[in-house]
């Protein structure tokens, strides 16, 4: 449905999806006619036998998809079950940024039947590529590919959904091209937020001073500038509100 976010320094990719299961039960096979014609019946998750799929290079806990939710499930007269879940997914995903800001990444989400070998269970894609009708773009990566595949690992059948992602690179085209003058750095140091780089460097005598440059150097990044203009910006606001205040009711008392 869309890319949350993607972090290249923990290495790691969030997305809000839907995935659909379907399979066959031949436990489950009725003759429309001899129940008033009902071709399908809608059932709770917990009333029938369904896969627990898990995303297996999730960055937290190991757990089925849409578990604690009250899933349904579709049974048809034939046997054909369907059970549809919605999560959010953090997986792992190595980053390489190399080429940034004109880099794409590959980060691929790896699924199983949790507890249920392959000789048992076997998954593989409905169709390829993903689905993308409720697909809402993110400002600053594109998904540009998607591939689905499945294989044996292990003993289990994973299936995995490999994105490739692409950056937009206007804002730091346009940001590394900018250069921050004095009075930037000044209200971007006022309002800096701990990006301090400590430097390891020799220890410094007196004879060595004029050598060596011993100071710890703040980092300052154009986020701290803005941050710092909109803090600014702010401060004037409210000064300027509290004086127009004061000088009407100052002037209404006269």
């Known amino acids: 449905m869309t890319i949350t976010q993607f972090r290249e320094v923990e290495e790691t990719l969030q997305i809000a999806g839907g995935m659909s299961a379907f399979w066959t039960d031949g436990e489950f096979s009725w003759t429309p006619s001899s129940y008033g014609n009902a071709e399908y019946v809608i059932v709770p998750q917990t009333t029938v036998w369904t896969p627990k799929l898990v995303l297996l290079n999730s960055v937290g806990t190991l757990k089925p998809m849409g578990l604690g939710n009250e899933l349904s499930v579709t049974i048809d007269y034939n046997g054909s079950m369907a059970v549809s879940f919605g999560e959010v997914l953090s997986s ?3 980053t390489n940024i190399y080429k940034f800001p004109f880099d794409s990444q590959t980060c691929e ?3 199983a039947a949790w507890g249920v070998y392959a000789r048992d269970i076997r998954l593989k894609g409905v169709s390829e590529p993903i689905d993308l009708s409720f697909f809402t773009p ?3 990566w594109e998904l540009i590919s ?3 595949t499945s294989h044996p690992s292990t003993g289990y059948s994973i299936f995995m959904i490999e ?3 692409k950056r937009s690179p206007l804002y730091y085209t346009v940001i590394e091209s900018a250069k921050m003058n004095f009075l930037l750095k000044f209200i971007g140091q006022k309002w800096h937020r701990g990006n301090t780089i400590t430097q390891v460097m020799p220890l410094c005598n007196d004879a060595e001073k004029d050598n060596v440059n011993c100071k710890t150097e703040i980092f300052i990044t154009w986020k701290d500038v803005c941050n710092g203009l909109d803090n600014t910006m702010m401060v004037i ?3 300027a509100t509290v004086i127009l205040i004061c000088a009407y009711f100052i002037t209404i008392s006269l």
Do not use: G, R, W
């Open 92 to 94: 792992k995903c190595s």
């Open 109 to 111: 989400l790896e699924f």
């Open 138 to 140: 993110n400002s600053d």
């Open 146 to 148: 998607n591939i689905l």
């Open 163 to 165: 994105l490739t992602l």
């Open 237 to 239: 606001a409210y000064s």
